[in-house]
């Protein structure tokens, strides 16, 4: 059998944090762990939820790993979380320094990558990762964080309203 790739080896761990995950709050806090420090470039990793009624939508920090950010509250309409959370789209971001919709959470960050959180086909959040290295979320992480989002989905989903 050959040998797993790293992001191979971090998808089995993720997906056994699914299975040992009771509810979505403890799966997305023991996610954030597990990314920031299995993950070498992945410098900061944090949920943010749509809060429920806010009028204009607004998203607010939820579970993270890494340095406090200032960015604790963003509207739908700002920044690169907006951005993912708006279109419902992942949004993957090479070089932050190029991209006039970022918002500063770290002066070492040098790529971004937003995946939209869906419950029952509306976005209700996303996995925001910021990496210290250019370009650092090629196509098999987007793949791997995109995984990640969708157990959250999954769990939002089967969990009672
Ligand atoms: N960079 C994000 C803001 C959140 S911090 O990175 C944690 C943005 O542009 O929306």
Redesign the pocket.
């Known amino acids: 059998m050959p040998v797993a790739t790293k992001t191979e080896a971090v998808r089995a761990e993720i997906d056994q944090l699914d299975a040992s995950a009771s509810s979505a709050q403890e799966l997305m806090q023991k996610l954030v762990k597990l990314l920031h420090e299995r993950m070498l470039k992945y410098n900061?990793v944090?949920f943010y939820m749509i809060e429920p009624g806010s009028q204009p939508p607004m998203l607010v920090l939820g579970a993270f790993e890494g340095a406090m950010?200032p960015?604790v509250r963003?509207p739908l309409n700002q920044?690169?979380?907006?951005a993912a959370a708006s279109s419902g789209q992942t949004v993957v971001v090479d070089d932050v320094g190029k991209d006039p919709?970022?918002?500063?959470?770290s002066l070492e960050?040098k790529s971004?990558i937003v995946v939209p959180v869906f419950c029952h086909g509306k976005v209700v959040g996303e996995l925001?990762i910021?990496s210290h290295f250019p370009a650092a979320f090629t196509a098999e992480h987007r793949d791997l964080v995109q995984h990640c989002a969708a157990l959250v989905s999954r769990k939002l989903e089967a969990s009672p309203s």
Not at 101 to 105: E, H, I, P
Request: aromatic letters at 12%; proline letters at 0%; charged letters at 20%.
């Open positions: 900061w944090g950010t960015h963003i920044g690169i979380c907006g919709r970022y918002l500063a959470c960050t971004e925001d910021d």
